[in-house]
């Protein structure tokens, strides 16, 4: 199985920031590489997905970057409403993996 | 609207059985396949299960496979995950999600339901 590690585990930063996010593969998975956001009690939401590409109707804030094992989620402009959960989850192969999850907290 | 919708969670005791139905509404159903991801309390993302478009295969987690079947009724827009010999940790809220693609399997879900919380407890 392909282990995604996500760091940090939990991030405190204020409005306005930049904050990334980093998801290390195990083994390649090329750029099949998603970005999920979870607010508590909700279900995922994608945010990117081939690594870089922005879903639909997700803010320009989010980018994502990387291929191989390496892969980086960064908002270049907090926002409240951007306070989650963040999971990528690789879909190369299966079984599809998920990391652990990076919490972003208000400082 | 576009919707999953699940349903039929519950608390069951160890080594029971309990079936979960996804209800999808619109979209055309019949073209994607279809997932099964669970969250345990607190935790992270595990993916559960899936199956094809047609409904003609399936793939499950190891933590899973012999004890859970995923199944679908293309008839009734409907995904089902039936799931025996249940464990504590298979303690979880339980999401349905429409795989992204047409007709094949990409791993990556698009559209997800709220969830349905499954309590494995004596």
């Known amino acids: 199985d392909i282990q995604m590690t996500q760091s940090p585990s939990t991030l405190s930063a204020p409005v306005g920031d930049r904050v990334t996010i980093t998801c290390r593969a195990s083994?390649?998975?090329?750029?099949?590489l998603a970005w999920f956001q979870q607010k508590p009690g909700k279900a995922p939401n994608v945010l990117i997905y081939?690594?870089?590409s922005l879903e639909s109707g997700v803010p320009s804030r989010f980018s994502g970057s990387g291929s191989g094992t390496e892969f980086t989620l960064t908002i270049s402009s907090l926002q409240p409403e951007d306070f989650a959960t963040y999971y990528c989850q690789q879909y190369d192969s299966y079984p599809w993996t998920f990391g652990h999850g990076t919490k972003v907290e208000i400082k | 609207q576009v919707q999953l919708v699940e349903s039929g969670g519950g608390v069951v005791q160890p080594g029971g059985s309990l079936g979960l139905s996804c209800a999808a509404s619109g979209f055309t159903f019949s073209e994607h396949a279809m997932h099964w991801v669970r969250q345990a309390p607190g935790k992270g993302l595990e993916w559960v299960a899936d199956?094809?478009?047609?409904?003609?295969?399936?793939n499950y987690a190891d933590t899973v496979r012999g004890r859970f079947t995923i199944s679908r009724d293309n008839a009734d827009n409907t995904v089902y995950l039936q799931m025996d010999s249940l464990k504590e940790e298979d303690t979880a809220v339980y999401f349905c999600?429409?795989?992204?693609?047409?007709?094949?399997?990409?791993?990556?879900?698009?559209?997800w339901g709220q969830g349905t919380l499954v309590t494995v407890s004596s």
């Open positions: 081939r690594a870089s």
């Open positions: 199956i094809s478009f047609d409904g003609f295969t399936q």
């Open positions: 999600a429409r795989d992204l693609s047409f007709t094949a399997v990409s791993g990556l879900s698009d559209l």
């Open positions: 083994q390649s998975i090329g750029t099949w």
